[in-house]
């Protein structure tokens, strides 16, 4: 369980626990207040009676067991989604190495490859799953602007993942989406290129895009 993902959780449990547990506590008391021993009331609104007659200690057990049982569900409903994806770990954990390999072997960067499941409709309407792997990246403005060079930058890129990742061949097709662009606010402009490879590598088809704001 890798310790960001406990540090993500542990902060999770610790904001939904004492905000779940100032809303069941007969006197509107967290985790904080319980450790220092104090109360938030509205000036004049309460007088010590009153504040004695709403602290009744079931109200507290049952507001501890509540709030205990819920964030004991969270627990174990995190760590059952872990074991789930177990499995899939090291072909994701493959696949992010690739991201490295790249960077040393090709122009591109901010590159991000992951697997990504899509259903296609079919004439019968039902939904045909697809399984693409994507290779997403950019490119430096001139250099992306020369078509040769950003086509034979995503070939290589391509190639290396046919070789390198063993788990291509599980996939419908290798969508390389190729990005340039910048965005200061009121100034932005845009520009991709998407290259559309078959599991062995082959070029199948491209697509370009671009939009822009002065």
Known sequence: ??????YSLLVAIL????????????LKQGVHDLMVGSIVVRENAYHADTISLLSDPSKKIRAFTLTGLFLVLIIAGTFTGTKQDEPMRPVVDLLIRQKHVLEENTALRRIMPRIVLRGVPQPDGSLKEVRILELEATLLRPIFDDEDFRRQQVRTAVNLLVKNYP???TCNYIDAKIMTGYNIGIWYFYKRADYYFAPNGKEIGMGASARGKT
């Open 1 to 6: 369980f890798p310790f960001q993902s406990f």
């Open 15 to 26: 904001f939904i626990g004492i905000s779940l547990l100032v809303a069941l506590h007969p």
């Open 167 to 169: 788990h291509v061949s």
